[in-house]
T-cell receptor, first 112, second 114 residues
Framework: DVKVTQSSRYLVKRTGEKVFLECVQDMDHENMFWYRQDPGLGLRLIYFSYDVKMKEKGDIPEGYSVSREKKERFSLILESASTNQTSMYLC???????????FGPGTRLTVT | AQTVTQSQPEMSVQEAETVTLSCTYDTSENNYYLFWYKQPPSRQMILVIRQEAYKQQNATENRFSVNFQKAAKSFSLKISDSQLGDTAMYFCAFPSSGTYKYIFGTGTRLKVLA
């Protein structure tokens, strides 16, 4: 079975802290994604990666960066967390040549 | 610009009845995929059904089927014999042309009533 895991289900951080969200997939997928999910806005793409060390900005990259040093792991970094980054963060992966995304359980981040 | 619109923020249906969730989209592409994803409360998002635009036949997966109208750019999801486990957020989505970057709708929250 396909599995995408995220390091935390719930996270509370203070304004200005550096925050790391980790995502791991066990399917050898080339493509990995970070989304932000907010009520009434659906899912918005923050960044995606199509290979190790390769990344591309999504629709809302401001305030975020990513790292992909190994194929199975894709990290989202909030350099200096702000209250408007309070949200649900979803990670997903996808096998090249297909179009089906597999999602992790999500991390609900609260920045106070 | 490519867009996806889900005009029903919330819906409810009685158990065992049928419900249809609407989705319209805009793209200039001729060949593409369309998807419905389901996100149950506090659980992972999963794929419900997918449609390939070059196929005229509507996709079906057990109790889930789509009504794909390519010319109208409409892609609705029909759930037959609704079950309590169908309670979830449903998202319509498709990959932006030539990429794996998905465009998602804003979602429809479906509640199945006992």
């Amino acid at each position: 079975d396909v599995k995408v895991t995220q390091s935390s289900r719930y996270l509370v951080k203070r304004t200005g802290e550096k925050v790391f969200l980790e995502c791991v997939q066990d399917m050898d997928h080339e493509n990995m994604f970070w989304y932000r999910q907010d009520p009434g806005l659906g899912l918005r793409l923050i960044y995606f990666s199509y290979d190790v060390k390769m990344k591309e900005k999504g629709d809302i990259p401001e305030g975020y960066s990513v790292s992909r040093e190994k194929k199975e792991r894709f990290s989202l970094i909030l350099e200096s967390a702000s209250t408007n980054q309070t949200s649900m963060y979803l990670c997903a992966s996808l096998l090249a040549g297909t179009y089906e995304q597999y999602f992790g359980p999500g991390t609900r981040l609260t920045v106070t | 610009a490519q867009t996806v619109t889900q005009s029903q923020p919330e819906m409810s249906v009685q158990e065992a009845e049928t419900v249809t969730l609407s989705c319209t989209y805009d793209t200039s592409e001729n060949n593409y995929y369309l998807f419905w994803y389901k996100q149950p409360p506090s659980r992972q998002m999963i794929l419900v059904i997918r449609q390939e635009a070059y196929k005229q036949q509507n996709a079906t997966e057990n109790r889930f089927s789509v009504n794909f109208q390519k010319a109208a750019k409409s892609f609705s999801l029909k759930i037959s014999d609704s079950q309590l486990g169908d309670t979830a957020m449903y998202f319509c989505a498709f990959p932006s042309s030539g990429t794996y970057k998905y465009i998602f709708g804003t979602g429809t929250r479906l509640k199945v009533l006992a």
